[in-house]
């Protein structure tokens, strides 16, 4: 069975440090991109960071570049997401996902990890 579990959100003030952990069991990580994304309520879900399989090339969304960064450990199947100087805006679940080289869609996603940062 493939699983995907985020772990590490919870609530922070503005200005203040996450790292959100994502662990895939079931399948090789090394094997796949991932991506981590975001939904606000009320708001469509949106790519914020990716890493190609290869872990030389990485996708920011403009909202959070220069203060989020994408990782992955392959030697512990798990990626990572730190986020530095958050800001009340970047409150959202957080989902990590993984897909094929080869396909724009991502196949496996994670249940989500509630970031909420207070003003």
């Known amino acids: 069975q493939v699983q995907l579990v985020e772990s590490g959100g919870g609530l922070v003030q503005a200005g203040g440090s996450l790292r959100l952990s994502c662990t895939l069991s079931?399948?090789?990580?090394?094997?796949?991109?991932m991506g981590w994304f975001r939904q606000a309520p009320g708001k469509e879900r949106e790519r914020v960071a990716a890493?190609?399989?290869?872990?030389?090339?990485?996708y920011y969304a403009d909202s959070v570049k220069g203060r989020f960064t994408i990782s992955r450990d392959n030697a512990k199947n798990t990626a990572y997401l730190q986020m530095s100087s958050l800001k009340p805006e970047d409150t959202a679940v957080y989902y990590c996902a993984v897909k094929d080289v080869w396909s724009p869609d991502y196949r496996y996603w994670g249940q989500g990890t509630q970031v909420t940062v207070s003003s």
């Open positions: 890493l190609s399989r290869s872990g030389t090339s990485t």
């Open positions: 079931g399948r090789t990580l090394s094997n796949y991109d």
